[in-house]
């Protein structure tokens, strides 16, 4: 899994496999089938191993924005441990570098976006709770928007270990978040999307 998080799909060959698992080409192809089939099973195991352990405090019961912060936070405080700029997300990568070509690879991705899509819109639900406003339909338009934010951020991790940068990202997505929990800011918000000029 880190070998393919690190290289990328096409990158890795079986013989950095072989070295990497220390295990023959006849045992991976008689476990996994070959090459593909062992990059999914690296895909669902990253769930399991990176995805959960950090995006479990947005899906936590009520979470909300600030939990979002704290799932970018904890991506950006590995980066200062390290020192290096990120491998960014697997799934990220993926979807750049694989794009939708494979059937079996296009599924996996749509998972895991549909989950991070979820767990932002339930942490919207959350920060907006009694409220009475956005609706529904606008909180699902900025869950969408969260995703798409959350895939760049941490796709541009990967050129750069400026943590002060990365964190002023962080935090203006999330302040742009909660702006558009209120009518002032959608209405700022909808302007944009219409292409008007804000004064």
Not at 37 to 63: H, I, S
Not at 103 to 110: F, G, N
Not at 166 to 172: D, E, K, M, S, Y
Request: net charge positive.
């Amino acid at each position: 899994m880190k070998l393919f998080w690190k290289r990328g799909y096409s990158a890795t060959s079986m013989e950095d496999l072989v070295r990497a698992t220390k295990v023959n080409r006849g045992g991976i192809y008689s476990d996994f089938g070959g090459k593909r089939e062992l990059f999914c099973a690296c895909m669902e195991l990253y769930q399991d191993e990176v995805v959960t352990p950090a995006f479990a405090r947005v899906e936590a019961l009520g979470a909300d924005l600030d939990a979002v912060e704290s799932f970018f936070e904890h991506h950006i405080s590995r980066i200062a441990a390290s020192g290096r700029a990120s491998p960014g997300c697997l799934v990220a990568n993926t979807m750049t570098e694989i794009g939708p070509r494979d059937p079996k690879i296009r599924s996996l991705v749509k998972a895991h976006n549909d989950r991070i899509e979820k767990g932002f819109l339930h942490a919207l639900r959350n920060e907006t709770l009694g409220r009475g406003e956005p609706d529904d339909a606008e909180l699902r338009r900025l869950a969408a928007f969260m995703l798409v934010s959350a895939h760049g951020l941490f796709s541009y991790s990967r050129s750069t270990n400026d943590t002060t940068a990365l964190r002023a990202h962080a935090q203006t997505i999330i302040a742009l978040v909660r702006s558009a929990c209120n009518p002032a800011g959608r209405h700022a918000i909808a302007e944009c999307s219409a292409g008007r000029r804000l004064s």
